[in-house]
């Protein structure tokens, strides 16, 4: 076996590859070799040892699940709000995904106060084992994860409360057969119901007329006060431009291409900086737009780097199609911009029309006319300070004080003040 591990360590392969290769591996001798885990009683122990010191009530979120390593959206930023204001939340993670913290969790994994990550290389299935009669909460945020749940309410001794968080439209997510089947009884079975935007809201309430709007939010301290590292790329475009328009996050088919284009041969003395996840689908129109030199494309940078590259902006962008997609979300990273104090030029989103000072364009000329206005008033001491209050008045902190008030009440909902403004 010795020799088998001095191979491993010796491929010149990427290690993401082959921890890809090595999780596909039948459950077996071999994959537990390479990717072992602690006996079963021991990862229960482990369980039964923070149930029994963690708070009331015990968040779960379930699996499959956004990796906590990956995009820090939604799902894991409400995981942390919780977290910091006492609750006891295990966020699910499994070896499907190969980087950290996520590849690493063998078990349990406190990352921070109150917030452990969980993996028991079985799917979840030693949570049902546990004795604790504490409360527990499960934050379903995707209908692929119906089965997790039902296996949860069924098997556990606990009592147990169900929220189904529509992050996202269903016509977004990977259909598949029972995708529509697993929604609907989701949202019908769940006890708090809760939508991201406005016109999921607007569908959701014919099947649950209890359901909350909450929107999507930000951490502002992680805005006001960062850390910055040595960041070779980024200084060099500072020293290389004297303007940069940003933005940051996932790079698909929902990204406005034509305006980018419009864009940087209208102001060739600017530099378009994009940071973020290029999907499969539009590489030719990524690689179209790289023919500029004033395009600049970097990787996605985890989440901790995000306020050092927002400080690098001096205008925030969203670019993106008008579509089914776009017209149902709420974007994390408007908040984001907000919190960082940039003037922000977004295409004409639903979710973002009427949070002013936000500079929204529907057209190319317009997003054009709108980015020099922005730029204009980029050091306006008055709008900075707009932005940042507007900022706090949308933290994750607050946005789940709507859901915690009817939870801690036994799950009377009521109308809130969040619905008001449809």
């Known amino acids: ?194 939508a991201t935007a406005k016109s999921i809201y607007k569908e959701l309430i014919d099947i649950r007329k209890d359901t909350l709007l909450i929107q999507n939010g930000v951490r502002i301290e992680d805005f006001i006060s960062f850390e910055e590292r040595c960041w070779a790329q980024l200084e060099q475009l500072k020293t290389d431009t004297n303007i940069i328009a940003g933005y940051y996050g996932a790079i698909a088919d929902w990204f406005d291409f034509s305006t980018v284009e419009f864009l940087a041969r209208k102001n060739k003395d600017w530099t378009f900086l994009f940071v973020g996840e290029i999907y499969p689908e539009v590489e030719d129109k990524v690689n179209e737009l790289k023919r500029y030199n004033n395009v600049k494309f970097l990787p996605r940078v985890s989440y901790a780097d995000i306020p050092q590259l927002l400080a690098a902006f001096d205008v925030a962008l969203l670019p993106f199609l008008i579509n089914d997609i776009t017209v149902n979300t709420s974007p994390v990273k408007v908040y984001e911009y907000m919190a960082g104090r940039k003037l922000i030029v977004s295409s004409d989103l639903p979710e973002v029309r009427n949070l002013s000072p936000i500079f929204v364009a529907r057209n190319h000329e317009e997003f054009h006319v709108k980015l020099h206005e922005a730029f204009q008033q980029k050091d306006n001491k008055l709008m900075q300070q707009q932005l940042l209050e507007l900022a706090g008045e949308n933290t994750w902190s607050k946005r789940i004080e709507a859901v915690l008030s009817p939870l801690e009440k036994g799950c009377g909902l009521v109308e809130t003040n969040a619905n008001s403004d449809l």
């Open 1 to 194: 076996m010795g020799m088998i591990k001095k191979i491993y360590k010796s491929v010149k392969t990427p290690k993401t590859l082959i921890r890809k290769l090595l999780n596909r591996l039948p459950q077996g001798f071999i994959k537990n070799t390479f990717i072992p885990f602690p006996k079963e009683e021991e990862i229960i122990k482990e369980l039964e040892d923070i149930f029994q010191k963690g708070s009331a009530k015990i968040f779960i979120f379930p699996l499959p699940t956004c990796p906590w390593g990956y995009m820090f959206q939604r799902p894991q930023q409400i995981a942390r709000a919780l977290a910091e204001k006492g609750y006891t939340v295990l966020y699910l993670v499994d070896t499907n995904f190969p980087f950290s913290p996520d590849w690493d969790v063998r078990g349990v994994k406190q990352i921070e106060p109150n917030l452990y990550l969980y993996n028991d290389n079985a799917s979840g299935r030693l949570l049902s084992q546990i004795k604790s009669k504490k409360d527990v909460v499960i934050w379903q945020f995707w209908p692929h994860q119906r089965k997790f749940v039902k296996n949860i309410e069924m098997h556990l001794s606990a009592p147990v409360t169900k929220i189904y968080d529509c992050i996202d439209h269903l016509s977004t997510f990977l259909s598949y057969e029972r995708i529509n089947e697993d929604f609907n009884i989701s949202v019908k079975e769940a006890d708090i119901v809760i």
